[in-house]
């Protein structure tokens, strides 16, 4: 079948599996250019890792890091679909079997687990697997974004994006017409904060650790690392005063918790804040994509812009794989450093009031904006020639 993009709001309800692989492909050859520059500073390498939600963004190209730059054992979980009838697989299938088919011609374990990563029976498989092909695991990184968390009583939190003190009025970018328009977006209830918490606080992290170590699945000289994101304060009203804020808030708490638990394993906890990329998670929060544009179009000009293969190499190499681990006054390994630059942020805060639906392509990245928005489905990558048919089916080695 032909594949061609077909985008509703902020979601592409198709991938293109010849793209998907272009684009894992580029992230490893990223990934092995780093690992040649490696050099003595880099303390600790990391041998057996499981990424939980390790199929797009900042996941996918923490597990190609961990795998191309430091050689380290993957064990990846998500929640994707396989192909079926008409309907295309989602990208992070079709970068999971291209990432699992470059895996094993260059000699590297693999193995991905595809469910839900809330739930008992995922984690219990998961363990299983460490225990069977890797042992333990020295590396767990949690790198889930959910809109959902089923509980094992059939309980179901939702993920709510809103603000929690006042309506937020803010000028946002219509993704469906790429017009400027006034978003509102509502107060969340006391029960709306805490559905958000329950979901992507940290209390499943917690209980994949927990989970681990009862288990004997980890090493006693673990690291563990979620991810998270502040922002600046143009956004705190939606971001980190909203619900999504409260929700790292308790993420960044269960860092600490899961430190003091196991300090005397010596398993430690991290909080990695990461800048605002555009991803399956990030296109859905309000404001936020047009703040990215805006925030690409800077960082492009003073040549700082990363994306999430290159955020995640520079938390590894400069950041957290070296003698001391380089942490704020939080304990937080802080990639979100460039984005925060004052420069940065005061040239974005000139160019916020003054853009409009007419001058959009003048002062925001729009384009790039779009550009990694198809990439993330696999389209418009060089290279690919896209009015070529292509079998949609396309299987995960270690799932089918
Ligand atoms: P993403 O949507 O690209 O990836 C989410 C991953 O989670 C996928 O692998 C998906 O399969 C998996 N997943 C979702 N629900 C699951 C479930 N129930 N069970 C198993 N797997 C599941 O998102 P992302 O932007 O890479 O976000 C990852 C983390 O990084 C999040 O914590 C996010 O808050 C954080 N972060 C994102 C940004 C950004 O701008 N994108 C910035 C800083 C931090």
Known sequence: MIIEPKVRGFICTTAHPTGCRVNVANQIAYAKVQQKKLSSHSAISPKKALIIGSSTGYGLATRISLAYTYQAS????????????????????????????????????????????????????????????????????YSLAAPRRTMADGTVFSSVLKATTDTFVSKSLDLRHNTIEEASIPTATEEEIESTIKVMGGEDWAEWIDALVAADAIEGNAITVAYSYIGPELTYPIYKEGTIGHAKEHLHKTANLITKEYQQRG??????????????????????????????????????????????????????????????KNGYLRLDDYELDSKVQEQ?????????????????????????????????????NYTEEVDTAMSIPSIS
């Not at 363990?127 to 767990?140: P, S, T, W, Y």
């Not at 729009?366 to 993330?376: K, N, Q, S, V």
Request: glycine letters at 6%; proline letters at 2%.
């Open 74 to 141: 993957t064990i990846g979980v998500m929640y994707e679909k396989e192909a079926s009838g008409n309907r295309t697989a989602t990208a992070g299938w079709y970068n999971t079997a291209a990432f699992e088919s470059f895996a094993a011609n260059d000699g590297l374990y693999a193995q991905t687990i595809n469910g839900d990563a809330f739930s008992r029976e995922i984690k219990d498989e998961t363990i299983a697997k460490i225990k069977r092909d890797l042992g333990k695991v020295d590396m767990v990184i």
């Open 348 to 384: 974005i805060n000139a160019t916020w009031d003054k853009v409009t639906t007419d001058n959009l392509k003048d002062l925001a990245d729009i384009d790039g904006y779009w550009d990694d928005f198809y990439t993330m489905f696999g389209f418009k990558l060089s290279g690919v």
């Open 267 to 328: 398993i430690h906890a991290y909080i990695s804040v990461n800048k605002a990329l555009v991803t399956q998670a990030s296109a859905a929060i309000p404001v936020v994509p047009l703040y990215i544009s805006l925030l690409y179009k800077v960082q492009k000009e003073l040549g700082t812009h990363e994306g999430c293969i290159e955020q995640i190499n520079r938390m590894f190499t400069e950041k957290l794989l070296i003698e001391k681990p380089d942490v704020d």
